[in-house]
């Protein structure tokens, strides 16, 4: 609670300064809009905010799911077989060379205007740091345990699922972490290359307007989509990983 | 608080088939283009206690690996199981750590065999399990996870382990060097009386350690390594440490070790 109090003050004095910025040089609301004019845009704009968001929270969460499952098969299949260590990984890594966003113009090509082209977008941004969050992880199991499933007379196969993947969780569910916080620019990105809803369809059109106390807004949700999905992952691992010393991860988010 | 020097009687768990005599024979086996030891011979007796002694590095780890099939030896290497039958599958083995998965229960622990055999433990297995745990002095612990037990309660429960998986041939690799002087007294004591009539091969660095549990105690010695002959103490494991004859079998120990 302390750590919520200690951000709501910080949060208080940065809105103060910019409020008061915007007094002190009275630059027009068309250019910098206080505070208090996004909170009054944020309330005017109440069901177009809702409706937009809802379309890019739906991309957001697809994104994920499908960027965690993908992500989380290709590296149970990479530490699985070392065929496929060898044949894919090389792949894998020249591939992020690549820069996604590139791709977001021929995704919506391929995809059409709709939601599809977004959570493939977002897909590809969070696959990465899931496989090789996980990879890693159920490569660096403690060789002394895996003496042992030796002499127990154990299966690569049951070695994996009952010592190997397990260990891994830890890294796996920081790599989760990763991909909700990069999940959010998959999708606007998405948005902004071609759509006809969401919120990054929003703030190119409120741009174009001179709307830009709703651009602000319309940031303003979906920065606090992002702290929610984070906030609710950390609870998730936490339920998930019970046997792990409980150390706080830095930031408040559960202070 | 039971005094260490004095029996607890924890009565022997019997193996569950015959015990076995195993040597190893002709072992040799190169590391980095040294070799650790060529033409080394190493019997155990069916039911005793053997203690393999030596500086670090020595190999004397390595040896015991080539018994557990973890490190692979060259040829001419023998090793061979008193019927004839190979002896992979056929071990249990112990380490220095305790090797415990802190996302399992102590019963689980003490079940892992079963569990890394794609094998349901039935109610017989686990009530053996049970059993165990409270011979080896953890009874009411099985739910609780290794992170809130002590280092001497967790390598408990490694020895738990190691007994269920009711193998002919034990081997243990240092299994008390990281616990405390009383802890160890012990735990060495827990283990020479639940192993009673088993084949087990023990390495330690303690030359106490060996006198106390051992039946046969080799020294290991030298690069490539040899192994001297065996030496008996008088008496049945786990003896007292305050034993005059265990302490002038130390000195002798010491002087093989220095050799």
């Known amino acids: 609670m302390r750590g919520l109090a200690r951000g709501a003050v910080t949060l208080a004095v940065l809105l103060g300064a910019w409020q008061g910025l915007v007094w002190l040089t009275g630059l027009p609301r068309y250019l910098l809009p206080g505070p208090l004019a996004v909170a009054e845009a944020m309330q005017r704009q109440a069901p177009l905010l809702l409706q937009h968001g809802l379309t890019t929270l739906t991309e957001i969460l697809l994104g994920l799911v499908g960027g965690v499952v993908l992500g989380s098969l290709s590296a149970l299949t990479l530490a699985r077989f070392r065929a496929a260590q060898r044949w894919l990984m090389p792949l894998l890594v020249v591939s992020q060379a690549i820069p996604v966003f590139a791709l977001a113009p021929l995704l919506v090509l391929w995809l059409g205007y709709g939601m599809a082209s977004k959570i493939a977008m977002a897909v590809l941004i969070i696959y990465f740091p899931v496989t090789t969050a996980l990879f890693d992880g159920l490569r660096r199991t403690d060789p002394g345990w895996l003496d042992l499933a030796r002499t127990m007379g154990a299966t690569p196969a049951a070695t994996l699922w009952a010592i190997r993947l397990p260990a891994a969780l830890p890294a796996f569910w920081s790599g989760v972490r990763v991909a909700a916080a990069v999940a959010p620019i998959g999708a606007v990105i998405g948005e902004w290359v071609g759509s006809s809803s969401g919120l990054g369809y929003l703030m190119l059109h409120a741009n174009a307007r001179m709307q830009i106390d709703l651009l602000f807004a319309a940031v303003l949700v979906l920065g606090l989509f992002a702290v929610a999905l984070y906030a609710a992952v950390n609870a998730l691992a936490r339920r998930a990983l019970p046997w792990q010393s409980d150390t706080q991860p830095a930031g408040g988010l559960n202070g | ?259």
């Open chain 2, 1 to 259: 608080m039971t005094d260490v020097l004095l029996r607890s009687g924890a009565r022997p768990v019997p193996p569950p088939v015959a015990a076995l005599p195993v040597t190893v024979s002709s072992a040799r086996l190169t590391y980095g283009g040294t070799v650790l030891f060529s033409d080394l011979t190493l019997t155990l007796e069916a039911g005793r206690t053997t203690c393999l002694l030596g500086p670090s590095g020595v190999g004397k780890t390595t040896l015991l690996r080539v018994l557990a099939g973890l490190a692979d030896p060259e040829p001419p290497t023998r090793v061979e199981a008193g019927d004839g039958r190979p002896l992979g599958g056929r071990i249990a083995y112990m380490a220095q750590q305790d090797l415990l998965l802190p996302w399992l229960s102590v019963l689980d622990n003490a079940l892992l065999g079963d569990r890394l055999r794609r094998r349901k433990p039935d109610a017989d297995r686990v009530e053996r399990a049970i059993a165990l745990l409270a011979r080896v002095g953890l009874a009411g612990r099985e739910r609780d996870r290794p992170a809130s037990l002590s280092g001497g309660q967790r390598q408990r429960v490694a020895l738990a382990r190691t007994l269920m998986e009711d193998k002919p041939l034990v081997l243990m690799d240092e299994p008390f060097s990281a616990l405390d002087a009383l802890t160890r007294l012990r735990l060495q004591e827990t283990a020479a009386e639940t192993l009673a009539g088993r084949t087990v091969l023990m390495v330690t660095h303690d030359p106490l350690e060996a006198l106390r549990i051992g039946d046969r105690l080799h020294v290991m010695t030298g690069r490539p390594a040899a192994i001297g002959p065996a030496l008996e103490p008088p008496g049945t494991a786990p003896r007292r440490v305050d034993d005059p004859a265990l302490l002038a079998l130390q000195a002798e120990l010491l002087r093989r070790l220095a050799a």
